[in-house]
């Protein structure tokens, strides 16, 4: 399955968006827990959504420096890419 990163950043924001209590813009750059303000249960919620939508297991070490939309987007790449 091969995903261009501007697919996967849409695909993000878009199951961001119920947690953009603030309807602030959404970007590569945004930072996921403090822009948002989303808890680490709701952040991981989100991650479950995004392996079911890619059908992928994200392994938690690789979640554990991702801070921003772009970085999420990456590493959903790098693991659909693992995958095939």
């Known amino acids: ?3 261009d990163e501007r697919s ?3 695909e993000i924001v878009g199951l961001l968006k119920p947690f953009n209590k603030q309807d602030l813009p ?3 750059e945004t930072n996921i827990t403090s822009d ?3 808890d680490s ?3 991981m919620d989100f991650v479950m959504e995004l392996e079911e939508k890619y059908d992928i297991s994200i392994p938690v070490n690789m979640l554990s420096e991702v801070q921003t939309i772009g970085e999420l987007a990456g590493v959903v790449q790098d693991v659909l890419r693992a995958k095939q």
Do not use: G, K, R, Y
């Open 1 to 3: 399955m091969e995903v």
């Open 8 to 10: 996967v950043v849409e």
């Open 36 to 38: 948002l303000e989303i």
């Open 41 to 43: 249960v709701a952040v």
């Open 26 to 28: 959404l970007s590569e």
